[in-house]
């Protein structure tokens, strides 16, 4: 999907926004970044091993298995890298072709090459940083560097410059939250949103709700509320609200206060049209034959949503939980 901003075409990925200034990164580029890994014996993947560090970027629950034992390429992978490490050459990621990083876009190459340096896969900050050093050698002549930054959270993450962040920048700090609750099945969703927006809006709506019911009864079962296994999102929304307290007790003043309250009360409209726009439109739900389908952009405005909202959970619910101490 492209559109125009002040002149200048823009491409909305699933990844990031891109703007259209004829930057390939060429095949050349490519293989010479995977050479030097190949030549310096560094693993791709890090501390953690193949499946692991894919699932950051892949639902590879989806893509197809090459071994006719396995219905996908998750239990292929597992069986021929994990299982049987000897079975594949250690950078075979790089020629299958259902990953297709010598041909793939930038922003899915770029990525990539961005989770082979994030603290969770290579807690070794001296080895990221040569790794970044070398990255920003060979791409600096295809017009990209690739940039560190802090989150919300005091976390490190990286992403290139000269392209602008679309909803990953508000993901990567959902990816904090993940990380800190431990939760495979949350870093999954995550995954399945990011992927999801632009090939299938649809599941990125679904998806979207889902998360934020996830963060939901995850914080609920830690501060042990009970509540029904079918307890709508509006419901679950506000009994997290009611526990986590949001609205601050040191507002500067009266009138503060009350902008906040308000703030909160409309999360649980946020909450309901979330609701709805997926009983309309995302997967989980028998929809009219002739319904017609929304665009990525109206996906990425749901994720971003949902985002915010759980963002808004989860740090009013580690405030209560610092309290205790």
């Not at 726009?277 to 929304?294: A, E």
Request: net charge negative; charged share 30%.
């Amino acid at each position: 999907m492209v559109f125009a901003v002040n002149n200048i075409n823009i491409k909305v990925s699933n990844e990031f926004i891109l703007e259209e200034i004829n930057m390939p990164i060429s095949e050349a580029t490519r293989r010479r970044i995977i050479r030097t890994l190949r030549e310096e014996d560094i693993s791709w993947s890090g501390s953690l091993n193949d499946v692991d560090f894919l699932s950051r970027i892949y639902d590879l629950d989806q893509l197809p298995s090459h071994d006719p034992r396995y219905d996908n390429a998750k239990g292929d992978i597992r069986q021929h890298t994990i299982n049987n490490p000897g079975d594949w050459d250690s950078y075979w990621i790089f020629e299958d072709e259902r990953f297709n990083l010598l041909h793939c876009s930038e922003d899915k190459f770029l990525r990539f090459l961005c989770e082979m340096i994030h603290p969770k896969v290579r807690p070794d900050t001296k080895e990221a940083q040569n790794l970044l050093k070398m990255f920003n050698e060979q791409l600096s002549p295809e017009g990209y560097q690739i940039a560190g930054k802090t989150t919300a959270f005091g976390n490190k993450r990286y992403e290139p410059t000269g392209i602008l962040p679309s909803t990953l920048s508000s993901l990567e700090q959902v990816k904090d939250i993940a990380e800190k609750l431990n939760s495979e099945y949350l870093q999954k969703e995550i995954v399945r949103m990011t992927n999801a927006i632009e090939s299938d809006p649809e599941l990125a709506i679904g998806t979207a709700k889902e998360f934020v019911e996830t963060i939901c009864k995850t914080i609920l079962k830690e501060r042990k509320i009970s509540f029904k296994s079918d307890e709508d999102l509006q419901k679950l929304v506000f009994m997290t609200i009611d526990e986590t307290k949001p609205v601050s007790a040191s507002a500067p003043d009266k009138k503060t206060e009350g902008i906040i309250r308000r703030i909160v009360g409309d999360m649980n409209d946020l909450t309901r049209c979330i609701a709805e726009l997926r009983n309309l439109h995302g997967t989980g739900h028998g929809k009219d034959m002739h319904v017609i389908t929304l665009e990525p952009r109206h996906a990425a405005f749901a994720v971003n949503a949902a985002t915010a909202l759980v963002l808004f959970l989860y740090q009013s619910y580690e405030k209560v939980q610092n309290q205790k101490k």
